[in-house]
């Protein structure tokens, strides 16, 4: 999310266009980072390819799922990635293995200043019908779970190790809160919505209030999963 102020900075956005593909005998997939997560699980199905059914239920394009090691359902960007080709500050391109990329929850080694070009992947041969019937399983599970067609960052915190982040905000009675125009979906209270004319200021003060607040209720302190980026209002 990005503050009020904006980023005094370049900005860099790898398009979903930036999207070649390399389809290998050995299970292999070459992708470069634009193509949208969505695209890349319906081509692993077009390919036989298991493994990436969880990207069909995750927004955004591949680059982005990969320096956040992105997941749902027991899978995570870590268990396919096999080399990651990423542009350094200097230019220099360098080629990171799965090691390399120091992957944990919601989490890899990437840093603001390195830009990952493309990366190749691993899935194992399925057949068809298998791989669709765990696409529609995402798919279906994340409809009547979190909250759709509604502007929405996805999960706010992460989920601390021994219990969700939806059920320490749902305990410490903050379902629907609100402020400003920012509120905790009644339908997944780990996902925060834009009812119409919310500020970032509006988004941050919720997201520290209901850390506060969980902190008060369970000695637990929620860390945030969304990225906060640039400068707020008071500071320009
Ligand atoms: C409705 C909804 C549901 C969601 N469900 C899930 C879920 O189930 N699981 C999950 O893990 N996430 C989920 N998310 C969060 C988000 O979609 C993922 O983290 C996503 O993979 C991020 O990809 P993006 O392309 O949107 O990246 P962005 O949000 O644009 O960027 C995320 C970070 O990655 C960096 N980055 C992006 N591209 C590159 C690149 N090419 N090179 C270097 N750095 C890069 C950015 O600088 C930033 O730090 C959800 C979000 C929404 C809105």
């Known amino acids: 999310m990005i503050r009020d102020g904006g980023i005094s900075g370049v900005t860099i956005l790898i398009p979903p266009s930036f999207s070649e593909i390399e389809i290998y005998k050995n ?5 470069s980072s ?8 319906k081509l692993a199905f077009d ?3 298991g493994g990436f059914e969880f990207l069909s239920g995750i927004p955004g394009n591949i680059g982005g799922a990969i320096a956040m090691n992105a997941g749902c359902y027991g899978s995570e960007i870590k268990d396919i990635v096999e080399e990651v080709l990423i542009l350094e ?3 220099e391109l360098k080629s990171y293995n799965n090691e390399e990329m120091q992957f944990s929850y919601r989490k ?4 603001k200043d390195q830009i990952i070009i493309e990366a190749t992947f691993k899935g194992m041969h399925e057949n068809k019908s298998y ?15 979190q909250p759709s067609k509604v502007a929405t960052g996805g999960s706010t915190f992460k989920n ?7 059920k320490l905000i749902n305990s410490s009675g903050l379902s629907g809160y609100k402020i400003g125009g920012a509120m905790i979906s009644p339908i997944h209270n780990n996902f925060f919505i834009n009812t119409g004319n919310a500020s970032a200021k509006d988004f941050e003060k919720l997201g520290e209030f209901v850390i506060h607040e969980v902190e008060k ?7 945030w999963e969304i990225h906060l980026i640039g400068d707020s209002i008071d500071e320009i």
């Open 131 to 145: 791989i669709k019937g765990k696409m529609d399983e995402v798919i279906s599970s994340k409809k009547v779970s």
């Open 27 to 31: 299970n292999k997939i070459k992708l």
């Open 160 to 166: 601390p190790k021994e219990v969700k982040a939806w």
């Open 108 to 111: 890899s080694v990437i840093r």
């Open 89 to 91: 500050r200097d230019g």
């Open 34 to 41: 634009g193509i949208l997560d969505k695209n890349v699980s």
């Open 47 to 49: 390919n036989n390819l």
């Open 217 to 223: 209720h369970h000695g637990i302190r929620l860390e």
